[in-house]
């Protein structure tokens, strides 16, 4: 059921997106604490892609203890977060309760910890009555939720969708927000409705991020069909309001380097929040410099904070394209064909003509100032991810 919830919503977007109205403008969040938060999109880690509801406060320190020794923090990741199944039950306070037996210390004890590395706790919740896994949501303790997460050290929160049969996302996330407005600290407000009720339109005046689909799995299929779909929702994104397409599979194992490459430097032109997914304990070199790999990175967190999109298709290959603060243009040659095929970029179609030069990010090589149009042959599923200036 939810497999083919996520199927429809990833099909049928593009057909939303080009339905709406285009002069929909985006608005900034409106006040509240999390308004200034956010203003490149959140990179850090989250633990639901690799392990589920297997969490544990010793495996959340462990992360946060790789994220420091792998380089990651180094390379501008910051928040680790916890999704689902770290809360049990409510008192009869009605406070949330984390589950005692694998987060002993509590919530607070590990902020402490992590904050000690210099880095931010996230948690999960649900706008609901339920989490997805059947955890007490915030529906009806919005406020108190808020209240407790500050008052632990909380530094972001997840909101998810299920179990939320009869509400409005649009009102419920309001709640929401305008209850962490109260709670006293700036928390970072990521809405995880799966584009239910297009959360693009209001979602910049509600949250710092909007998931745009369902759920991404670790498959070339899954992963393609959710970043080749957002073209159109770029008008909608900034600073501190951001589209979320969802986490990084990077490191899972179910897609090969070209593959991997793809989802990375797709997320990056799509100013796409950047949550590694992985087992950050044990990750392979090659995980490793995808993930860290400066070049890329400063593509996604670029300070213009303009959301790229497709400029050309042809069949299986497309090019896509961010303008970038120094007035050059990070560009992607995507190849999602079935074997390798070269493919040009003509500078006319990015706004430049005669000679510019062209810069390699993967491979962080000058490829030198070439005349009109750049061809190159493009692994198959696989980028080629420039920089061109002038
Ligand atoms: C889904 C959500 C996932 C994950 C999961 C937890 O609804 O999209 O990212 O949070 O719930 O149960």
């Known amino acids: ?8 919503i990833a099909v049928f977007l593009p ?3 080009f339905a709406m109205n285009s002069t929909a403008e985006a608005q900034p969040p409106a006040g509240g604490a999390s308004a200034q938060l956010a203003q490149t999109p959140p990179m850090g880690w989250n633990s639901w892609n690799k392990f589920a509801c297997d969490v544990s406060e010793q495996l959340i320190r462990e992360m946060t203890d790789a994220m420091v020794s792998s380089g990651l923090k180094a390379a501008g990741y910051q928040y680790v977060n916890i999704d689902d199944c770290w809360q049990v039950s409510r008192d009869t306070q009605g406070k949330i309760v984390a589950d005692p037996t694998r987060f002993p210390s509590g919530i607070k004890a590990l902020a402490d910890y992590v904050h000690g590395k210099g880095l931010k706790l996230g948690v999960y919740t649900d706008a609901g009555r339920l989490t997805c896994q059947k955890r007490p949501g915030s529906l009806d303790h919005e406020l108190q939720d808020a209240k407790t997460y500050a008052s632990w050290g909380v530094d972001y929160v997840k909101v998810d969708w299920c179990h939320s049969e009869g509400l409005d996302p649009e009102v419920q996330y309001a709640k929401f927000r305008d209850a962490l407005a109260q709670a006293g600290r700036p928390i970072v407000f990521s809405i995880c409705n799966w584009g239910v009720k297009a959360p693009w339109r209001w979602g910049p005046k509600t949250g710092n991020l909007w998931r745009t689909t369902g759920d991404i799995s670790d498959k070339y299929d899954s992963m393609s069909l959710i970043g080749f779909s957002q073209n159109g929702l770029e008008k909608f994104a900034g600073p501190g309001h951001w589209n979320d397409p969802d ?8 897609m090969n380097r070209d593959e991997y490459r793809t989802h990375m430097a797709l997320w990056a032109l799509l100013a796409a929040p950047l949550l590694a997914g992985n087992d950050l304990r044990s990750m392979t070199a090659e995980t490793k410099e995808m993930l860290t790999n400066g070049e890329v990175l400063a593509v996604d967190q670029d300070a213009k904070g303009v959301q790229g999109h497709r400029i050309w298709e042809e069949g299986p290959l497309e090019i896509w394209t961010r303008s970038l603060a120094d007035q050059s243009q990070a560009v992607g040659l995507f190849n999602r064909s079935e074997a390798d095929l070269k493919m040009t970029l003509d500078f006319k179609a990015i706004g430049f003509s005669g000679l510019a030069k062209v810069r390699d990010l993967w491979e962080h090589k000058d490829i030198g100032i070439v005349q009109d ?3 190159v042959e493009v692994p198959k599923h696989g980028v080629v991810l420039v920089k061109v200036s002038k």
């Open 15 to 17: 057909l939303v997106v």
């Open 1 to 8: 059921m939810k497999i083919f919830r996520c199927a429809l």
């Open 373 to 375: 149009a750049y061809t």
């Open 247 to 254: 986490m990084l599979e990077v490191g899972n194992g179910g």
